[in-house]
């Protein structure tokens, strides 16, 4: 072998060594400005309950406002050190891709045409949803194949729109969809009597029904789930270290259900725990954190906020709550669901 060949092998060979003996993630330009600027901008909804929706202090509650509470207890050490930004479908994409929000956590679905041409990325599925129609039972239906000719009450900008024009094109079924701009505006029209169904996901449908109708009970949620609307945080592209982070503290609150780590037991645990999993993610064993550029107490933090995934399901959109959802596809897979993060190690 000559000399010329002998050296670029010992280059390469150096280079490989520095490779591997890289621990340390740089925390990257988004939380670099998040630092500075002391808060997380989180886009949610304008109000769609069980998600992200004000009360009359303007205090936020939801299944993404609890993410995003979570988000900031693991980078800057406080649940509350976030500013909801409530969009609407229009208005979502936008500011996301402008900078004017970190993340987006507004009941968004993840789709091809999103992931791929928006300049966003979504992190992973946080809620598996699929669209339905919500009917008044005087009507008597029990199957969306019995709307023919009937008007149907939809949003604008939305898979829902969408999904609603495949479905029946492909059941052979004419329907007059009624279209409006804001998700307000959509139900409230069918509460009205303008419609006689109304379509979003059923987490949605659950939601009007249970908080907007003045009688619940005369409403019904047609057994047809005409999609798939996986549901989930997004960012902007560019990112991988904030993409990361995003990502790992959901995962985080989903491993913390499966090793029944919650808010009330979560410091017992730390203290005690001998497992190394649950060391890894508590922080008292191997340092995950440095991976992502965080301390090693980045999922103690997050979790200790607002709890597992199941608690803040079952706070939010849960049997006990106002949407009165069972978990569904939303529960662990080792318990019927299809709930499931990789290892954190």
């Known amino acids: 072998m000559t000399r010329p060949r002998l050296r670029t092998l010992g ?21 670099d400005t998040i630092k500075q600027r002391g808060n997380i901008q989180c886009g949610v909804s304008s109000g769609v309950a069980g998600f992200s929706l004000p009360d009359s202090q303007g ?6 406002v609890d993410l995003c509470r979570a988000i900031a207890a693991s980078v800057l050490g406080d649940p509350n050190k976030v500013n909801f930004v409530p969009l609407n479908s229009q208005q979502r994409f936008s500011a996301i891709q402008s900078g004017e929000v970190d993340i987006l956590a507004r009941n968004t679905t993840w789709t091809l045409t999103r992931d791929a041409s928006l300049g966003l990325s979504f992190t992973g599925i946080t809620y598996f949803d699929g669209q339905g129609f919500l009917v008044p039972k005087k009507l008597k239906l029990t199957s969306a194949k019995q ?4 008007e149907i009450c939809v949003q604008s900008g939305t898979t829902n729109e969408k999904n609603l024009a495949d479905y029946f094109r492909s059941q052979n079924i004419k329907i007059k969809p009624v279209v409006f701009e804001g998700f307000e505006a959509s139900f409230k029209a069918f509460f009205s009597g303008r419609c006689q169904a109304y379509t979003t996901d059923i987490s949605g449908l659950a939601g009007v ?14 057994p ?10 997004a960012v902007r592209r560019g990112d991988d270290d904030w993409f990361a982070i995003v990502r790992w503290v959901a995962f985080a609150l989903i ?25 890894r993610l508590l ?14 107490d980045w999922a103690y933090r997050a979790i200790k906020s607002v709890g597992n995934y199941g608690e803040v399901f079952a706070r939010n ?13 939303n529960n662990l897979w080792n318990k019927g669901g299809i709930l499931y993060a990789p290892p954190i190690r």
């Open 59 to 64: 205090r936020w509650s939801g299944f993404d």
């Open 209 to 222: 029904r249970n908080k907007e109708a003045k009688n619940p009970d005369d409403y019904v949620i047609l």
């Open 147 to 150: 709307l023919k000719n009937a």
């Open 224 to 233: 047809e789930v005409i999609s798939k609307e996986p549901l989930g945080p």
């Open 11 to 31: 280059l390469l060979c150096a280079l490989a060594v520095s490779a591997l003996s890289t621990p340390l993630a740089h925390a990257g330009k988004t939380l």
């Open 283 to 296: 922080g008292t064993g191997e340092d995950s954190g440095k991976l992502l550029g965080l301390d090693r």
């Open 317 to 329: 959109v849960g049997p006990n709550s106002v949407l009165k959802l069972p978990r569904g596809l």
């Open 255 to 279: 491993e913390a259900e499966e090793g029944g780590i919650t808010q009330a037991n979560i410091d017992s645990i730390k203290a005690d725990s001998k497992d190394p999993a649950i060391q």
